[in-house]
Nanobody, 114 residues
Framework: QVQLVESGGGLVQDGGSLRLSCVAS????????VGWYRQAPGKERELVAR??????RYADFVKGRITISRNQGENTVYLQMNSLKTEDTAFYYC?????????WGQGTQVTVSS
């Protein structure tokens, strides 16, 4: 069982930055797939970024603005978000997939105001 706790969300103005953190209980394995998803009101949850075996992949709508990284020693996954837009407003969730089983955090709200 893996528990994930997100933090770092909040209210920011259009063009601003935020860094989300996701702390996992226990050690991150090199084979773990970690990712960030988001869900806006009335919309389905969508992938924002994913990190696996040293390779990061991003959704087209965030490329160039967002960076996912992981710190094995701290059991933490980060999502650095720059040049935020109002359409980035959503609940952001951390995800860890280990041996085919997916774990989710409780989420953190990001609100971008115009």
């Amino acid at each position: 069982q893996v528990q994930l706790v997100e933090s770092g969300g909040g209210l920011v103005q259009d063009g601003g930055s935020l860094r989300l953190s996701c702390v996992a209980s226990g050690r991150l394995l090199s084979s773990d797939v970690v990712g960030w998803y988001r869900q806006a009101p009335g919309k389905e949850r969508e992938l924002v970024a994913r990190h696996q075996m040293g390779t990061a992949r991003y959704a087209d709508f965030v490329k160039g603005r967002i960076t996912i990284s992981r710190n094995q020693g701290e059991n933490t996954v980060y999502l650095q978000m720059n040049s935020l837009k109002t359409e980035d407003t959503a609940f952001y969730y951390c995800n860890l997939t280990r041996y085919g089983y997916a774990y989710w955090g409780q989420g953190t709200q990001v609100t971008v105001s115009s």
